[in-house]
């Protein structure tokens, strides 16, 4: 897809020394904005995406054709009221939507990265979108808010940089990767190294694409973000456009049909290495192991008002892993809130039409910036 015509993007001319030992400069970092920059810059929102995410936020995006990912909740008069705030949203690097990852010509070689693209972590990704604030001459981030991923960075964005906000809203996250979602992103890996058409990274230049590979790895993730109880009320067993059993491996039943179609429609926005990358730093992600076990070292610097979220039926980043961050901030006599939203939508459900969590996000950040 071409999405040259379609994207804002600041060239970061700092070098920038990546975890992995690398560094880099002069690379693209591509960005959106939505509402407006008040007079004194202090109305600033930096929204982090998650894995499958992007800098298009709310609103058509320009490239898909298809809403924004956090349309329910960014906008005017919505949780995060664009009449309020000026919203800003980068594209991880790493990523697929015009911030420098493997899809780009390495300058050197003249060839596309691949896999010779260096390895990136969340780190890496916070500490280059920390440019877009010299960038609009901000100061001090009104907030930060974002989940699953998003709310990793959220977490390492106030570890690195303890003056740059003043709330802080990590949503359906973790202080660090778990065995579990390391596995799942394991399987998704498998699956597009295991296609033909990966050769070792270089289909773009081979122009073929892992599409098969690709789609099964978005098939298997997908299946971690629901609940066991919405999946059941939605499909069940019920069958797909058919009343009786086909006894063959066509998609007999509605889920199987629902996830293939979530793999196909994927693989015509996403990149396959991005995949790779992207799902690698979210495993390598560890706070507490990066202060040395004590994760309340992390934010002992901010005097950031934090406010955590998580839901009921989340089993991907479970409520007890979003209590442990809350733990870790009271230990230190941090200004913490929490609460845990009842869905049964899973962890998706910071993406969804959840009332409750719409209500919750909207009442704390309006509050917080009326008290400023």
């Not at 400069?25 to 810059?41: I, M, Q, R, V």
């Amino acid at each position: 897809m071409n999405i040259k015509e379609n994207i804002k993007t600041l060239v970061i001319k700092k070098r920038l020394k990546l975890d992995c030992g690398k560094t880099i400069n002069n690379f693209p970092l591509a960005y959106e904005t939505y509402g407006s920059l008040n007079k004194n810059k202090d109305n600033a929102i930096l929204v982090f995406h998650a894995l499958t995410g992007d800098q298009f936020v709310t609103g058509i995006n320009p490239v898909t054709k298809k809403d924004g990912w956090w349309s329910y909740a960014v906008g005017p008069n919505k949780s995060i009221d664009t009449n309020k705030y000026f919203v800003i949203c980068a594209n991880v690097i790493g990523g697929c939507m015009g911030s420098f990852g493997p899809s780009h010509k390495n300058p050197d070689t003249n060839k596309i990265y691949g896999t010779d693209f260096p390895v990136i972590t969340i780190n890496d990704m916070v500490n280059a979108q920390v440019n877009l604030l010299d960038h609009f001459d901000i100061k001090k981030l009104f907030s930060i808010v974002g989940g699953s991923m998003g709310g990793m960075q959220v977490l390492q964005f106030i570890s690195n940089f303890p003056d740059k906000a003043s709330t802080v809203v990590p949503i359906a996250c973790t202080s660090s990767h778990s065995a579990q979602n390391i596995a799942f992103n394991e399987l998704g890996r498998q699956a597009i190294a295991s296609d033909h058409n990966w050769s070792d990274g270089k289909y773009l230049s081979n122009n073929t694409l892992p599409d098969k590979g690709l789609s099964v790895a978005r098939m298997a993730a997908h299946i971690t973000y629901l609940s066991k109880k919405g999946l059941q009320e939605k499909f069940g067993r019920k069958l797909q456009e058919r009343d009786a059993l086909k006894f063959g491996f066509d998609a007999d039943f509605q889920i199987e049909s629902y996830l293939r179609y979530q793999g196909s429609v994927f693989v015509d926005r996403f990149d396959a290495n991005s995949y790779l990358y992207i799902t690698r730093a979210m495993d390598y992600f560890d706070l507490v192991k990066q202060f040395d076990g004590n994760l309340s070292n992390a934010f002992k610097k901010t005097k950031a008002k934090f406010f955590v979220i998580s839901f009921t039926s989340d089993w991907l980043y479970p409520t007890q892993e979003n209590k442990d961050i809350v733990i870790a901030l009271n230990a230190i006599g941090a200004d913490v809130g929490f609460v845990e939203i009842k869905s049964d939508k899973g962890h998706d459900s910071f993406l969804l039409d959840v009332p409750d969590f719409l209500k919750t996000l909207k009442n704390f950040l309006d509050k917080s910036y009326s008290e400023r």
